[in-house]
């Protein structure tokens, strides 16, 4: 499968981005997929993700915030962050993963396929 991320740009604190992960391939309804992000200088971590029935986890530092949600149809999941911080600036990537487990994946590892990242960027 491949991954395209997308919706990234520019916006205050407090402010509101929506992004895409679109998926090409025919079975993307049996892919877990998940956001991760990367800040300059920083490791990547995990943000958030969704498993192929729709069971959803958030970092901490994102839940009441963020929403992840998917739909298959369209072979797509979005990404709604609300009340952005300058501490989400960074890049984001969509990755997706056969769906083996009925649990949420959070690690990078666990994903196969990996979309090129979309720039966030929050001023303050």
């Known amino acids: 499968v491949q991954l395209q991320a997308s919706g990234g740009g520019l916006v205050q604190a407090g402010g509101s981005l929506r992004l895409s992960c679109a998926a090409s391939?025919?079975?993307?309804?049996?892919?877990?997929v998940g956001w991760f992000r990367q800040a300059p200088g920083k490791e990547r971590e995990y943000v958030t993700s969704i498993t192929s029935s729709g069971i959803t986890g958030y970092a901490d530092s994102v839940k009441g915030r963020f929403t992840i949600s998917r739909n298959n149809a369209k072979k797509t999941v979005y990404l709604q962050m609300n009340s952005l911080k300058p501490e989400d600036t960074a890049v984001y990537y969509c990755?997706?993963?056969?769906?083996?487990?009925?649990?949420?994946?959070?690690?990078?590892?666990?994903?196969?396929?990996w979309g090129r990242g979309t720039q966030v960027t929050v001023s303050s």
């Open positions: 990755a997706a993963a056969w769906s083996r487990y009925e649990r949420v994946l959070f690690t990078a590892n666990e994903y196969e396929y």
């Open positions: 391939g025919r079975t993307f309804s049996n892919y877990d």
